[in-house]
């Protein structure tokens, strides 16, 4: 088997934060491989966010990581800023969740992306460089590309500045692109062609994708295995049939309730909001980190407060490819739960 374009083991990330340091993910292991795409899942304050950050090593200085991080088998957290520079924009690349603040607002788009190219091969002219951004333009959709390559982000609609920085994440073709909430704030008509576009790219490129998103609607039309985080651990891994049909972890089943449907009726219509608030970092005791929310844990005579479960194969499968880090195994609860 060809190694994953990523592939991360027992990640740990922490913040010097009053004198001591606080996991914000811990002991995180998954891997990608070419052409599939993983979705990140989970509220805010989950690890989503700084997990794909870890990956183009974008932290902040008050945070460091454990573990290992190999991207198209080179390993991330041991680079060092020369070999970074080449990693970043070639192998891996990202497209940041506000698009605004992504873009430079002296530079116009094509100037920005020029500068992508030529930063990773300088033997590429200014004009050759300034035809692949307005191919790459006109490839993500944006009309008019040669005219679009000399205008400002502050002159494109929310929907065009996306599709821009996608334009600029792709134009050197990375291995692994990750969408941080691609979506956010678009209205639901652009959200679908976005998503669209990223899918179609991703065919024609053949690369692999790390999509971040709290939203379920999102990850159905989009992943091909998904990743639910809570409090900085693996809740559940496994297919999006998996996730969607067979849910294994309360939370999943939560996140997957609190989703809206279109074929839903009478009172399978509501909403179903998880109680409580997510648990603090700070304050993560030793047992399962969502047992204060969970209406399983009580069922259990205090093991969830007391016991991490580890993630441990679901179903009748062997392969791994879904699991779920509970003590409970009642699989037909959680299912009428998610529905």
Do not use: W
Request: aromatic share 4%; proline share 6%; with cysteine.
């Amino acid at each position: 088997m060809p190694e994953p374009v990523l592939q991360i083991d027992d990640l740990s990330i922490s913040f010097a934060l009053g004198g001591a340091d606080v996991d914000v993910v811990r002991g995180l292991s998954v891997s990608v491989e070419k052409g599939r795409t993983l979705a990140v899942v989970g509220e805010s304050g989950s690890g989503k966010t700084i997990t794909g950050r870890s990956i183009m090593r974008l932290l902040p200085p008050a945070a460091s990581a454990r573990g290992s991080i190999r991207v198209a088998g080179r390993e991330m957290l041991t680079a060092d800023e020369r070999a970074l520079r080449r990693i970043r924009g070639a192998d891996v690349a990202m497209v940041f969740q506000d698009s605004l603040s992504a873009l430079s607002p002296y530079l116009s788009i094509g100037a920005q992306i020029v500068q992508a190219v030529r930063l990773h091969d300088s033997s590429v002219s200014r004009r050759a460089a300034l035809a692949r951004a307005v191919e790459m333009l006109d490839r993500v959709g944006i009309p008019n590309p040669a005219d679009s390559a000399r205008r400002y982000p502050h002159e494109f609609s929310g929907g065009m500045r996306q599709r821009a920085v996608i334009a600029m994440a792709l134009v050197n073709r990375p291995a692994l692109l990750i969408a941080d909430e691609p979506t956010t704030a678009l209205d639901v008509t652009v959200q679908a062609q976005i998503l669209a576009l990223l899918r179609g790219l991703q065919d024609e490129y053949g690369m692999a994708m790390l999509l971040i998103s709290h939203d379920f609607g999102v990850v159905a039309s989009a992943a091909d295995d998904v990743l639910v985080l809570y409090a900085g651990r693996e809740a559940e891994y496994g297919t999006l049939r998996d996730i969607f049909e067979r849910p294994a972890h309360p939370y999943t089943a939560g996140l997957r309730a609190a989703t809206p449907r279109l074929d839903a009726e009478g009172e399978r219509a509501r909403l179903r909001a998880i109680p409580g608030v997510p648990t603090s970092l700070r304050d993560a005791g030793a047992g399962c980190a969502f047992a204060p929310r969970c209406a399983f844990a009580a069922r259990l005579d205090g093991r969830c407060e007391t016991e991490l479960p580890a993630p441990t194969v679901r179903g009748a499968r062997t392969d791994g490819l879904h699991r779920a880090a509970c003590h409970l195994d009642r699989l037909p609860d959680l299912q009428e739960a998610a529905r």
